[in-house]
């Protein structure tokens, strides 16, 4: 079975209510859609290109093709969805993040005009459970306010939103975490690459619950993509802390891809990374405690410029 991954977006504005877009018909790749019929409404979504972060597509869909400015945003949850529109052979990967806009009226920025390359057509929509004690809502049981007619996949996200929100408020995983749960040091971590491939180098910053910073540094690694550059600034982040003889140790990288391989949530497939990722999980393996979480880019500033830093001075040599 293929696999396509996406980034999709649940947009809200200070109401709460929800962004419902129209894609332009494109009768190359609108399989089984009538000619002549509009397309249902779906959330912003888009795949995540070549050398692209997961949150580097977020925000090209978001600022590029909508043209709003965002407040903050957090992985919500990652899923997997067959749409028969593709036939049972591909399986949509669905990376959720749900986002909220700058500013109060943000809605009225939303700018889809008539150059808009992907969208003709939004609304803001109230969404709620036609079934409150239903405890596992299904296509049927999560309506509009406005009857409008949405994408079977952004039902099947915007169900998971809800089920995520009903039991209970899902803690952002961009929060400052508290490290006086067992951990005794915290490693930001960065990997940067000029050209990708090109010039590359790492950086990092050390956090202690009780000392707080402790130091910082970055490392020029030489030629390199950028996928190397974050998994050996993972692997430099985890030796340092282990020469400085902690055991407990979180590790925050914004690399969702790679965060969630050294997780365990998803394959290493290519084999040019599978000895760095086992002299990780071999280093990881001596510590008391370990985990490793993701970030968004902008609470990662100290180490990517520890890494831009490192990159200047090389090619200064």
């Known amino acids: 079975m293929r696999q396509r991954v996406r980034v999709v977006a649940i947009v809200k504005n200070q109401a709460g209510e ?14 089984g859609v009538p000619q002549g019929f509009l397309r249902d409404f779906e959330l ?27 407040k903050d945003f957090h992985l919500l949850d990652a899923a997997s969805f067959i749409d028969p529109q593709y036939g049972e052979d591909v399986a949509n990967i669905y990376l959720i993040f749900e986002i909220r806009l700058a500013v109060a009226g943000a809605d009225s920025k939303v700018n889809i005009g008539l150059n808009n390359r992907k969208y003709i057509e939004y609304h803001f929509v109230n969404f709620s459970p036609t079934n409150p004690s239903t405890q596992n809502p299904g296509p049927d049981n999560l309506v509009p306010a406005t009857e409008l007619r949405i994408e079977e996949w952004a039902k099947f996200v915007l169900e998971i939103a809800y089920v995520l929100r009903k039991n209970g408020p899902v803690s952002s995983p961009y929060a400052p975490e508290d490290l ?28 202690s619950p009780t000392e707080g910073e402790i130091e910082r540094g970055g490392a020029s690694i030489g030629l ?19 020469q400085l003889g902690y055991k407990r140790v979180r590790i925050k990288s914004d690399a969702l891809t790679i965060v969630k391989q050294i997780q365990g949530s998803s394959m290493v497939k290519d084999r040019r990374f599978w000895r760095i990722y086992a002299e990780i999980e071999r280093m990881t393996d001596a510590f008391d405690s370990f985990e490793i979480v993701y970030i968004p880019r902008e609470l990662n500033a100290v180490a990517d410029a520890e890494a831009g830093k490192a990159l200047d001075e090389a090619n200064q040599m």
């Open 18 to 31: 929800v962004l419902l877009l129209r894609r332009k018909r494109n009768d190359q790749v609108d399989i």
């Open 44 to 70: 912003p979504n888009s795949r995540i290109e070549f050398g692209e972060q997961p949150e580097d597509a977020l925000m090209r869909v978001i600022e590029d093709d909508i043209g709003i400015k965002v």
């Open 180 to 207: 006086s749960r067992g951990m005794d040091v915290e490693v930001y971590v960065d990997g940067a690459s000029k050209g990708n491939p090109g010039p590359s180098a790492t950086g990092y910053v050390l956090i």
């Open 224 to 242: 390199g993509n950028s996928t190397e550059a974050e998994y050996e600034a993972i692997k430099r982040g985890v030796a340092r802390a282990s």
